[in-house]
C-alpha cells in the first residue's frame, strides 16, 4: 500500500532521499513483500524519529538487519538496518563487544581475535548479526540464547530510548538488568514467531578468551580454504559411538570435565557438508565417512590456554572416549588438511550455508532449546519419522539424523532435526511442512518442549498462558499498535 | 543462454547476505569486508547480487516491469563477479550468469542506459568503446613494429581501446613493445585493423555487438594465422580467454594477460629484472584479470531430481583461476620492489569501479567506488597502488587527481619497463 | 483489608499471627527504613493457599509483603511501605523437591536455606554456587531473586545465575511458571518424561525469570525455585595472594576468569577478612587486621573426576606466569588466616552470629555493580567520603566479587556500627545516602535498590523506571505486592 505523498516525504525528510524507497521493484529483493517503503536509517536518532513518524500516522514497522529469514506482513514500513554497522567499544577487561545491528558476526570475531577474544557466533553462521540472539557451534563455552546480552539500546515502540540496566544509569555497557527488575526479561532479539517490539539499535555482548592465533593461517582460493597449519594446542575430531546413549554420556562427560572449546554434535552428512566445496564432493566424502563411521557422533575441538592444559584436556578426552566406546573419524584424525578445514569452518562459522542450503536450496528444521538429554529423545522419534521422507526421495538422504550440542559445559543444549530438500518439487515441501508439525506436535503433546510456531493461542494454552502477558506488555509499550514484532535480526 | 535457463539458480538463493561480503573465512576485521560497490554504496538490497537474483526470478515469474528505479539498480553494477565468488564458497549456484542475463534482457527490450548506447553508437561506428581520435594505430607510428595481419609472427599484441586511444594510456602500450622487443618475442599488432574485443560491450549488456565484434577479431586472427594473443587490458583478457571461449568463437588460440606472459619470460630467463625500482607497492586484482579471467567450462548435463546435484557433476567458476600469482611474481622479481597485500584481494578484490559501463554511465559511483579501493591501498603503507589493467589504472589516477592522495598509480608494465 | 478469618479459612489458625512482638519484629530491620507495622503475619504452607491469599490482597486492597529468609533482615524490602500489609512468611514451606546429580538442577521451596539444602545436594555429589557466607537463617530461594553475587563467577554465565526456573503466583493472582517449566504440561508430567526445569529462559520470547529477579517481592510471589547446581570437586588447592596494590590484584583475577581456571574467585580487604576469622573482639579482631596485607585475593582451583591432579597442576603453572608478570605471589597464607580456612568458611553459611554483626551488632551494605577499571576511584571516593563523615576508611570492611565470568564486579562497602548508638547510626545513615549519590554519579550502577535510597537510583534512569512500571501495572495492576519497595 502506498504512502500519501506527503507522508513520504515526512518521512525522507529524516533519512534524505536516497535512503528510502517505495519503489515496487526493490520488494522482491525484500521477501518478496508489498512494503509501504523500505527505510534506511543511519543511527539511533533517525530510528527514532523514524519510529515516532509510525506512531503519528499510525504506521506498522518492523526492522531487519542482514535480514535473512523473517515474516513480514504488506504494507509496513521496513526499517533496514544496515548502515548502522559499527563497532563501538570492545572492552577487554571486563570482556564485553558492543556492537550496532548490522556488524555481522565475521568482522566482530575477526576482531575480537586480533585482541584474544571471540564470542557466540551463531549457527546460522558468521555473514549473520553479531547482536542476535541465538545458539551456534562454539555454545559450549560461549553460552548462547539470550545469554550472552548485556546492556541494550532499545527505542522502543513509541520512539522513547531505553538503555538498560547500566547504560541507563552510568553510561556504561557491563550490565543490563537493573535497576530492579530487568528489563531484559522482554527485550529478546530472537527471530520470529514472538520477539520484542521496537529496534534494538546497539547492544552489549559478552566476549571470552580466545586461546587461538590473532589471525588463522587460512591459506588457498575460494572455496578450498585450508590452514597452513593447525593452531599451537588445537585439536580437531570427530567421534563416533556405538549408540546415541554411548554418546550422551561421553557428551556429558565432557562438559563436566569442561574440557572442550567446542562440542558440535554433527552428523556425519553436517561434517561432509561442511568440509566439501560442492554438492557432488559432498555426497562421495558422506560416502566415505559413513563408512568410517559407527553411529552417531560429534565433533569436537580442544583448545589449551598452554601446553600444559593442551595436554591435560587432550588426555581427559582420550580417557572419556575409550569408557564410552568412542571411534575416531580416520579422515579427520589422519589428515590434517580436513582437521584445519573443520577446525577453521567451525569456528569461524562460515560454513553454515553448506550444511543447510547448498544441497538443495531449502531447509526446514526443529530446533530446541534448554534440556538436551530430554530433547534428544523426542528427536530419535522426529528422525525415524523422517527416513520415511528420505525412502520416498523427497529430503536429502542423512540417514534420518539430527543434531545437537551442549551448552555451557553442557548445562543446557540444543537438539535441531531438518530437512534438505528440493524448492521446485512442491511435494517435497509439503511433506516436509507435514513432518514438522505433526513432530512439533508430538514434542508438546509428550510434554518434550513446546510448539514453537502456531496460533499463540494454541501455543500458549500449554505454556502458562505466557501469550496473554506478552500481549498486555506489548499493548502497554505499543499503545498505537506500530510494532510488530522484531522481524527478521537474523 | 537466457535468463529463463538460470531460473532454478535464482531460486537458490536464500538471502544470506554473503554476496555483500569477502568469503566469510576472509573477513579479517571490521574494516575492508564489503566487496560489493553496489550495495556498498546504494545499501538498499535490491542492489546486491541477490537481490539482483531475486528481482530477476520475481519478473521471470510475474513479468518484467521496467521501472527508471528498475534500471537504476540493473545499470549501477560494475559486473565485477565479486557477489558470485562469495556466494559460491558456499552455494553451487550461478550468480554472475543470470545477473548478465538480466542486463542482456534489457538492452535486448530496448531499455538500455543512453550514456552506454552513446558508447555502443560509437562501437559500432568506429569499433572503440573509447572517443576516437586519429587512426588506432597512430600510438606506434615510428615504432617500426610488424604488422600482424600482414607479417607471420608468433605473437600478437592486442592493444586495446583505451590503450590505443587515450593519450595517457598509450605509454603503456608503448612500454609492452619495449618489454616484447626486449625479450626477443616475434610479435606484431595490428594497427589500424584492430578492433575492439567486444568485452566492455557484453558487460553492458550488448551481446549482440559482442559477438560482432567477438566474429571480426577471430576472422582476423584465423587469418593471420595467430596462435598466441597476448593483452595488456583486462577487459580483452577476459573478452578472448573466456567470452570467445564461452560462445564457442575461440578456438585453439591462446590467450595470455601480459602479465603472464611476462612472468613466463622472467622464468625462462628471457627478460632480467636488473635495474632496481624502490618502491613500496600494493597490488590490485583486476576483476576481469582475476575472478572473471579463469576459464570458461563448458558443461552440459541434467540435474538430478532429489537435490542440486548434475550429471556429469557439474563444476563451477569460483573465482580460483584467474590470474593472481604471475603479477605478484613479477612484482616480486623487481629488484627494489616491496609488495605489501591489501585486505581484499584475489578472487575477493574490490572492484576499481569501472566495469559493467559504470564509468561511462555513472563516472560519480565509478569515482566512488576507487575512492573506496584507494584509501584501502593507502592502509597498506604503499607508495604506489600497482594493477594490470588500464580502465583501473585510469580510474584511480581520476579519483586521486580529485582527492588529493599521494598515493602513485603504475600499470604492472610501467615498472617491469623500469626494471629491463 | 483482609480479615483476619478470611485467612484463617485459607491457611489455618496457627499460621495467622497476630502478636504484638511478632508484628513488632517484622515491623523494622537492620537497614534504615521506617518501621512500619503489618497488620498480620501469615505463614502459609502450600503454593494454593498463597494463591488464595493473593486473591484475597486483590479483592481487599490488602498489601502484600512476601518474606521467606528468617531474620535479622538487613534491605528494608520485608519491612511493609505502607500501613495495613499483610507479611507472607514463606520460610516454613521447607521442601527440598529434587536434586539431580545427572542434570545439574535441584529445586525448593522458598523457606529452605543454605544450611539445609548444602547437605542435599553434597550427598548427590552436588554443591551450589553460594553468595559469600550469607546468614544462617538465608533463604536459598530468597538470595537468589535478590540476585546476589555468587563466589564462582566462572560458573556464572548470566547475571541471572544459578536461577533456572520459578514457580509463582503474579500480583494478579494467575499462577505462572518461568522458563522450561511453564510447560508442556504440570511439573509431574514434565518429570514423568525426565523434564527437570532447568533452561531458564522462555515460555515463548520472554525470559520472565529476569522480571522477578530483582523485584523484591513488587512481581508477585514465589513458591518454589530450580537452580542450577556444579559438580562437587574431587580436589581442591585454594590459594591467596596479599596485596596493598588493588590494581595488581584486579589484573590477575580478571585473568584468572578469563582463563577459567578457577571456582571460587573474589577480593577482601583487611577489614572484612579480620571480620570473618576474628574469634574475639576488638583485640583479637584488631591485632588479625593489622597482621593482613590491605587486599587479600582468594581463589579455588578445583579438579573433577579426571586427572585432577593433573588439571590443578596445570593450572598452577599457567597462574605462576600471570603472578610473575605481575610482581605478587599466590600463597597458602596471609597473615593470620589460611586458603583452607578460607574455603572452608565460604562453602558453608555464616556461623553464628553472622559474621556482619560480630563486631559491632549491625552492619549496613553499599553495594553496586561496577567494572575494574573504575573500581580503585570508586574505592577512593568511599574512602574520602569515610573519613570526611568521621566513619574513617580504615573502618571500612571492603568486599569486591567478579560476576557473570567477570564482566563486571560486584563492590561491597560494609559499615559496621553499633545501632544502639545514635551517633554512630546517624553517621551511618548519612554516610549511606551521601555515598550512594557521590558513587552513582561516579559510574557505579546500583542494580539492586534497596531501602530509602531506592527512589534515588531508580529515578537516575527514568525511561527504564517508566517501562519497569508499565510491567509492574500488568503483573500487580492493584498494586497490592510489596508496594513503596524496588522503586516502584
Known sequence: MALSKEIYSVFEDVVGPENMCDDPVIMPSYFGKDFAAVILPKDTKQVQAVVKLCNKYKLKFRPICTGWKGEFPQGIILLDLRRMNRIIEINEKNMYAVVEPYVISAQLQAELMKRGFHFNVKGAGTNTAAMLRGHGHLDQTTSGDDRNHLAIEWVTPEGNIVRSGSLGSTDEWFSGDGPGPSLRSILTSAVPPGSTPGVFTKGAVKIYHWPGPSRFPAQGVSPNITLSEIPPNFMARYYSFPSLDKMMQAEFKIGESEIAFELMGFNIAMVASNMTVNNEEDEEVFRQLKKESQGVGFFIIIAGNCAADFEYKKKVLKHIINETEGKSLESIEKDPRNEGILLHNCIRICASIRETFRSGGRFASIPSMGQRDLTVRWAVGAGKAKRSLIEKGLVVDDEGAFFGWGVEQGHLGKTEIFCRYDPVKPEAEEAVLKWKAEQQKRASDEHYFAMLWGPEDEIGKGLCNYQSWWSKLKKAIDPNGVALEAGSLV | MSLEQYQDHMEMCMRCSCCKFIPMQRVQGHKYTYVCPSITKYNFHSYSGGGRLNIGLAMLKNGFNYTDKLLDIVYNCQMCGACGVSCNYAMDMEVMEPISEFRIKCVADGKTNPALEKVITGLRKQGSMVPVTGKRGDWASGLNLKNAVKEKVDVLYHVGCLTSYDKDMQRLAKATVKILQKAGVNFGIAGDNETCCGGRAYQMGYEQDFLNQAKKNMAMIKKAGVKTVVTSCADGYQAFKVLYDKFNLKGDLEVLHISEFVDKLIKDGKLKPREKVDLSVTYHDPCRLGRLGEPWIHWKGKRLSKSFVFDPPKEYRRGTHGVYEPPRDVLKSIPGVKLTEMTRIKEYAWCCGAGGGVNESNPEFAQWTARERIEEAESTGAEAIVTACPWCEKTFNETIKGNGSGLKVYDIVELVEKTI | ?488
Request: proline share 7%.
Open chain 3, 1 to 488: 483489608m483482609i480479615e483476619k478469618e478470611r485467612l484463617v479459612t485459607i491457611v489455618g489458625p496457627d499460621k495467622v499471627i497476630n502478636e504484638p512482638q511478632v508484628l513488632q519484629a517484622y515491623s523494622q530491620d537492620m537497614s534504615f527504613v521506617n518501621p512500619v507495622r503489618p497488620a498480620c503475619v501469615v505463614t502459609p504452607n502450600k503454593a494454593d493457599e498463597v494463591q488464595k491469599i493473593i486473591q484475597l490482597a486483590n479483592d481487599t486492597q490488602t498489601p502484600l509483603v512476601p518474606v521467606s529468609s528468617g531474620p535479622p533482615h538487613f534491605r528494608g524490602d520485608t519491612v511493609p511501605g505502607i500501613g495495613g500489609a499483610v507479611i507472607v512468611d514463606l520460610s516454613q514451606m521447607k521442601k527440598v523437591v529434587f536434586v539431580d546429580r545427572a542434570r545439574r538442577v535441584a529445586m525448593v521451596e522458598p523457606g529452605v536455606t543454605f544450611s539445609e539444602l548444602i547437605p542435599a545436594v553434597n550427598k548427590e555429589g552436588l554443591r551450589l554456587n553460594m553468595p559469600l557466607l550469607p546468614r544462617k537463617s538465608k533463604s536459598v530461594a530468597g538470595s537468589i531473586l535478590e540476585r546476589e553475587p555468587v563466589i564462582m563467577p566462572k560458573y556464572q554465565w548470566d547475571i541471572s545465575d544459578p536461577l533456572a526456573c520459578a514457580g509463582l503466583f503474579f500480583g494478579t493472582g494467575d499462577e505462572f511458571r518461568t522458563g522450561q517449566a511453564a510447560g508442556p504440561g504440570t511439573l509431574e508430567e514434565q518429570w514423568a518424561v525426565g523434564g527437570v526445569q532447568k533452561a531458564p529462559y522462555g515460555p515463548g520470547t520472554g525470559s520472565w525469570h529476569r522480571i522477578i529477579q530483582g523485584a523484591q517481592g513488587t512481581m508477585g510471589i514465589v513458591t518454589w525455585v530450580s537452580m542450577r547446581c556444579e559438580i562437587l570437586p574431587s580436589l581442591e588447592e585454594p590459594f591467596v595472594v596479599g596485596s596493598s596494590n588493588l590494581n595488581s590484584l584486579l589484573e590477575l583475577t580478571s585473568w584468572l576468569i578469563r582463563l577459567r581456571n578457577v571456582n571460587e574467585c573474589f577480593i577482601l580487604n583487611n577489614t572484612n577478612l579480620a571480620a570473618i576469622f576474628a574469634k574475639k573482639y576488638p583485640a583479637d579482631y584488631q591485632n588479625l587486621k593489622d597482621s593482613l596485607p590491605a587486599w587479600t585475593l582468594f581463589y579455588n582451583l578445583a579438579g573433577y573426576e579426571y586427572f585432577p591432579e593433573e588439571r590443578i597442576s596445570a593450572y598452577i603453572k599457567e597462574i605462576d606466569d600471570l603472578t610473575q608478570r605481575l610482581r605478587i605471589e599466590a600463597v597458602k597464607t596471609v597473615g593470620g588466616v589460611s586458603a583452607n580456612d578460607i574455603l572452608k568458611a565460604v562453602q558453608q553459611p555464616s556461623g553464628e552470629p553472622y559474621w556482619k554483626l560480630r563486631y559491632k551488632g549491625a552492619c549496613q551494605d553499599i553495594f553496586f555493580l561496577t567494572i575494574y577499571d573504575k573500581l580503585e576511584g570508586q574505592i577512593g571516593i568511599m574512602n574520602n567520603l569515610a573519613d570526611k563523615a568521621g566513619y574513617g576508611a580504615s573502618n571500612l570492611g571492603i568486599y569486591i566479587q567478579p560476576v557473570v565470568q567477570g564482566t563486571s564486579c560486584h563492590c561491597e562497602f560494609n559499615l559496621f556500627f553499633d545501632s544502639g548508638n545514635p551517633i554512630e547510626l546517624d553517621r551511618v545513615k548519612t554516610l549511606s545516602a551521601s555515598a550512594t549519590k557521590e558513587l552513582m554519579a561516579r559510574g557505579a550502577f546500583f542494580s539492586r535498590p534497596y531501602g530509602e535510597n531506592a527512589g534515588m537510583i531508580v529515578n537516575r534512569d527514568a525511561a527504564t523506571a517508566a517501562v519497569l512500571n508499565k510491567m509492574k501495572n500488568i503483573f500487580d495492576p492493584n498494586h497490592v505486592m510489596n508496594p513503596g519497595k524496588a522503586g516502584f
